[in-house]
């Protein structure tokens, strides 16, 4: 798994197949499928207990559910999942 994003390979929809980086501070690399991207709710003040919105809903492959900003995602290529 790549320790840095790659090159945007296209555009990342739901149904995509991505690497997420997930965990704060100590974070790791994981792979999932987007669900949803929040594009419209980002930057618009929407808030969650003081929380910002991040832009993409990712359903990790061991079963969690990431939520992450631009940076923090990367497609995967057909070839590497």
Do not use: C, Q
Not at 14 to 34: C, D, E, K, L, Y
Not at 48 to 58: L, T
């Amino acid at each position: 798994m790549a320790d840095t994003p790659k090159e945007n390979r296209g555009p990342i929809v739901p149904g995509a197949r991505v690497r997420v980086r997930a965990g704060g501070a100590r974070s790791a690399w994981v792979s999932g499928v987007v669900v949803d991207d929040y594009a419209a709710e980002v930057g618009t003040g929407a808030r969650h207990e003081g929380a910002p919105v991040r832009r993409w809903a990712v359903a990790t492959d061991d079963g969690t559910l990431v939520f992450a900003d631009d940076g923090d995602i990367e497609l995967v290529a057909p070839d590497e999942s």
